[in-house]
């Protein structure tokens, strides 16, 4: 930033709903690339943000997300506004996982799926992008772990959203899933067994058409997006620069007083211990 700009520093607070619209859309805009549904066989699905280390594309989401899909045959996803078939064999994907899944509401529950060279990935590539990890890592985890700094997003596909589209010469039935964006109203850090983790504030007050639960957005990503404003300007004038990935959504809370929390790994958990675990396997190869 130059010095005509001025951060948004702790003093400089944010409620979702005081964001213009054209600002929420503009942010909108910046993450959809990087955010995919994951459908399993064609059925239920979760959610994974698309992450590269280094030469190796992959899927970034929950382990329970994974388990369910290695269960499966067919993993799908949707790149497109129109009707179109997108899948792979999951017994293709290369999974790497965090430890024993302890509970439900802790996990651990991280996971990597790498993709091979195939007319999947190559469609992604084209149609989608892939976050680099492997660039600033620690400006991203420390930019991404100061607390109430800008806004925080939730990015994923929520299963109650999915809706029946209209049938096509080549598809008899079309099923769709719309994207949720929900701009998150707090948030709590806290650490239990080496890993970090974020619960982020749902307000149904605020922000009232957030989806009914979050099923679904499993393995979706939270990120951090610092907010600024020139020196003299006005209230409305609010814009931002850079996005930092925060975390990645497994657990939700029952909703109580028409409010939630969503449970995600945090930042430490990320930059800090499963993308390094991650990049040492796939230096070290497959397994024999």
């Not at 190559?122 to 892939?130: N, S």
């Not at 409010?259 to 397994?287: D, N, Q």
Request: glycine share 10%; with cysteine.
């Amino acid at each position: 930033m130059d010095s005509n700009t001025s951060l948004s520093t702790e003093g400089f607070t944010f409620r979702p709903a005081d964001l213009k619209p054209e600002l929420k859309e503009k942010m909108v805009a910046a993450l959809r690339p990087f955010v995919v549904p994951l459908i399993i066989d064609g059925g239920r699905n979760g959610t994974g943000t698309l992450v590269a280390f280094g030469k190796t594309c992959g899927i970034l989401t929950a382990k329970h997300v994974a388990t369910a899909i290695a269960k499966g045959k067919k993993l799908g996803t949707i790149v497109e506004r129109y009707a179109h078939s997108l899948e792979i064999d999951a017994s293709y994907l290369t999974p790497i996982t965090t430890g024993h899944r302890r509970s439900d509401d802790f996990g651990p529950d991280l996971a990597f799926l790498a993709l091979p060279p195939s007319p999947f990935l190559d469609q992604l590539k084209a149609r989608k992008a892939f976050l680099n990890l492997e660039m600033d890592a620690d400006k991203k985890c420390a930019e991404a772990s100061r607390h109430k700094w800008g806004i925080v997003l939730l990015v994923g596909y929520p299963q109650c959203e999915q809706y029946d589209g209209e049938a096509t010469p080549d598809f008899g039935s079309v099923t769709g899933l719309k994207c949720c964006f929900a701009f998150c109203s707090g948030e709590q850090f806290h650490e239990r067994d080496g890993y970090d983790y974020v619960d982020i504030d749902i307000d149904y007050k605020f922000e009232p058409r957030s989806p009914v639960t979050f099923a679904g957005v499993s393995g979706g990503s939270i990120w951090r997006i610092p907010v600024w404003r020139k020196p003299g300007e006005d209230v409305g004038t609010e814009f931002f620069t850079e996005t930092f990935l925060m975390g990645v959504a497994f657990y939700e809370s029952d909703r109580v007083n028409d409010k939630r929390h969503i449970r995600c790994h945090g930042p430490k958990s990320l930059y800090k211990t499963f993308f390094p675990e991650i990049a040492k396997e796939l230096e070290s190869g497959p397994k024999s």
